[in-house]
């Protein structure tokens, strides 16, 4: 694992341009700023295509979506596309309405993703897996959510990282799981519009990454969100939503590569 991609991030300052949805773009975009990148929050179709010759990555993010919105998406991933760009889809709710599983259908089928990051029940959906969705959240199901994640990855030939209990990340091939993490994280709404935004920052300061680079760098960039989460849950009173969001966004501001380093070699120590 490069942990060395946490300074790179910070020296860097990759521009992430984020379409996303009303209820999480202030949480999105300070907890970029919070990591050392720089948000773009634009969705107007006049300048969307254009921010892709000058930006890092491109985060699309279906939580609110509507006609207009769509739009904005695909004239700005196929420019991503164009300018090899990284485009990460955050395909929020996908299986929970006939218009989100259309909206998320043209989505694949008109750009190239380089993640798709979601739930385990979002990418139920892409998978065709039978899942009991619950609005915009995960919802239930019994199948086997890395064998999910895997066939998705193969079957639109791009990354997926699915967020829970375990975090699952592939490129199809090869799959590494997370367990740190905490509970805490579903108390706060739009921690995973969030988490999408770190990887696409973390996938925007590669240069001509191989497919492993490019997995390496989701572990990077999921490692540290959780175990900022970890450290954001101690010491204050569960019923503190307001608290854990403030923490998360301080933790994210200092964790650096050495920490990091600490943390995953000691958790792996006890772990073998």
Known sequence: MNVTLIEQVRQINPLVHTITNLVVANDSANGLLAIGASPFMSNTVREVAEIQTFNHALVLNMGTINDEQLEAMLLAGKAANQNNKPVVIDPVGAGATQYRKQVIQELLEEIKPTLIRGNAGELASLANVAWQAKGVDAGVGSADVQSIAEIVARKYECLVFISGETDIMTNGSKTYLNHHGTPHFTSMTGSGCLLSCVCGA??????????????????????????????????????????????????LSVIDAQTLRAFNREWSEHHE
């Open 202 to 251: 973390y996938l925007g300061v590669l240069d001509d990454p191989s497919a492993d680079e490019l997995l390496d760098a989701i572990i990077v960039a999921g490692t540290l969100y959780s175990l900022a989460g970890q450290l954001a849950a101690k010491d204050f009173n569960d019923r503190q939503i307001g608290t854990f969001r403030k923490n998360l966004l301080d933790q």
